[in-house]
Structure formats: C-alpha cells, structure tokens
C-alpha cells in the first residue's frame, strides 16, 4: 500500500500525528476535523495514499463505494437528526479551485447545522 512520508494524513493514518478517531477497518481511517465547520466534522480516509480524486480509477471502485457507503452510517452514529430534516453533507474537494488543501484524498461528513447559509 502507497504511503507518503511527507503526507499530513499519512502520519495521522500511522499515529504519528494524534487525531480524534472516529472509525477505523482495513480500507480508510476516520477522524474529526480540527477546524469543524459544524457540531459534527470528521474526514474518512483511505488508508492508501491517493492524491486526489484525480488519481483515482476503476481499481478504487471498492474503496471509494465504501467511503460513499460509510459516510451516512458513521454520520448517524456520531449524532446526526434523522433524514430528512436532519441529514448530512458528504463533500470531495479536489484541486486549488476545488478547495482542497491536504493532498491525500478525504471525503467530509458534516452535519447537526446548516453552515453554508451562514455567513
Ligand atoms: P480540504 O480543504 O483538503 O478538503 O480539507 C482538509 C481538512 O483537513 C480541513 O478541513 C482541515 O481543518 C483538516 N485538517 C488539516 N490539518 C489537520 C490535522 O492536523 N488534524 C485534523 N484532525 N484535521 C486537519
Ligand atoms: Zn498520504
């Protein structure tokens, strides 16, 4: 598995780094967010070190459906109101104008607020 020793989540992934885990299995690592944008704010990572979504293909299908399937189940786990009025955020940023600042792919789960109507 590809590992990047210069890679913020790389390190967080191998304990070098402390984290607030939230989930972890043989395919990503789950932790909170340090700057949360909402009551509830973690990352879901794969544990292999993929740049973006720009480096993935159709042999991280398995993976990548996972992320998208573990997302609403960890969001419910960690307090999320109930769908619909509750709900959730799942989110990908990818690249500059993307907003991504971490090269190592992560998917967002944010919920408990509405924060893109504020501010
Ligand atoms: P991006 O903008 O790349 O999609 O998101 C990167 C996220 O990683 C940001 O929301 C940021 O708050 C979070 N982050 C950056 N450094 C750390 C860290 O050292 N620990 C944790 N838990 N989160 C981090
Ligand atoms: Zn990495």
């Given at each position: 598995?590809?590992?990047d020793?210069?890679?913020?989540?790389?390190?967080?992934?191998?304990?070098?780094?402390?984290?607030?885990?939230?989930h972890e299995?043989?395919?990503?690592?789950?932790?909170?967010d340090?700057?949360?944008?909402?009551?509830?704010?973690f990352?879901?990572?794969?544990?292999?070190?993929?740049a973006?979504?720009?480096?993935?293909?159709?042999?991280?299908?398995?993976?990548?459906?996972?992320?998208?399937?573990?997302?609403?189940?960890?969001?419910?786990?960690q307090?999320?109101?109930?769908?619909?009025?509750?709900?959730?955020?799942?989110?990908?940023?990818?690249?500059?104008?993307?907003?991504?600042?971490?090269?190592h792919?992560?998917?967002?789960?944010?919920?408990?607020a509405?924060p893109?109507?504020?501010?």
């Amino acid at each position: 598995m590809h590992h990047d020793p210069d890679c913020l989540f790389c390190k967080i992934i191998e304990g070098k780094i402390p984290s607030q885990k939230v989930h972890e299995d043989e395919l990503v690592y789950a932790f909170k967010d340090i700057r949360p944008w909402a009551p509830i704010h973690f990352l879901i990572v794969p544990r292999e070190h993929i740049a973006s979504m720009e480096q993935a293909g159709p042999e991280h299908a398995r993976l990548l459906s996972h992320m998208l399937l573990l997302g609403p189940r960890l969001a419910r786990e960690q307090g999320s109101n109930p769908y619909p009025d509750g709900g959730y955020r799942l989110q990908i940023n990818t690249g500059t104008e993307g907003g991504q600042e971490v090269y190592h792919l992560h998917m967002h789960v944010v919920a408990g607020a509405r924060p893109w109507l504020k501010s």
